[in-house]
């Protein structure tokens, strides 16, 4: 069994980033009866191990998904809750509503092919950088990970100045 088979379903399945037939990152939403919505994605194509897997299944009433135009011209999927920006993605968000059966099959794939938790979240850690350095501080973080052995290592650096999200 896999981390939250209860909420990584095809019904859940909200929309993607990326190119839908090369691993895209596919993201679930489920809108709970006491106006609080339940959230996740499977990101199944990433350069840093630790970010692919399920994501950590969270339930806000203010989570917002959009997209929006950066400094370099691209569009990319930014996800907001806690009154505040926690994720960009690396590209724009594209709502499935009545997917073609193509679609769904490419999207669905990644319900049975990635089952378990990611290693690390984003989430969790800008929170323990912001434990470590201080409130706020975990906006503005760059992580390098270096495998030792089978526990990987997190070092947190502060970003350069003139750093652009991207």
């Known amino acids: 069994m896999g981390y939250r088979d209860d909420f990584y379903t095809v019904e859940n ?6 190119a839908v037939s090369s691993n895209p990152t596919v993201y679930f939403l489920e809108k709970l009866d006491n106006e609080v919505f339940r959230f996740g994605r499977i990101t199944q194509d990433h350069d840093n ?7 950590k299944v969270r339930e806000k009433a203010d989570y917002d998904i959009d997209n929006k135009k950066f400094s370099d011209g691209k569009m990319r999927c930014v996800e907001y809750y806690d009154r505040k920006r926690q994720h960009t993605s690396r590209s724009e968000f594209v709502f499935v509503g009545d997917m073609p059966d193509v679609q769904a099959t490419l999207l669905n794939k990644s319900i049975t092919r990635f089952t378990d938790e990611k290693p690390l979240s984003n989430a969790d850690i800008k929170d323990k950088y912001a434990a470590h350095f201080g409130k706020g501080a975990g906006d503005a973080f760059q992580v390098v990970e270096e495998a030792k052995g089978e526990k990987p290592k997190i070092t947190f650096k502060p970003r350069k100045r003139g750093y652009k999200a991207g």
């Not at 399945?13 to 990326?18: F, L």
């Not at 191990?49 to 994501?55: A, D, H, M, Q």
């Open 13 to 18: 399945i909200y929309g993607y980033t990326g």
């Open 49 to 55: 191990e630790l970010n692919i897997g399920r994501e």
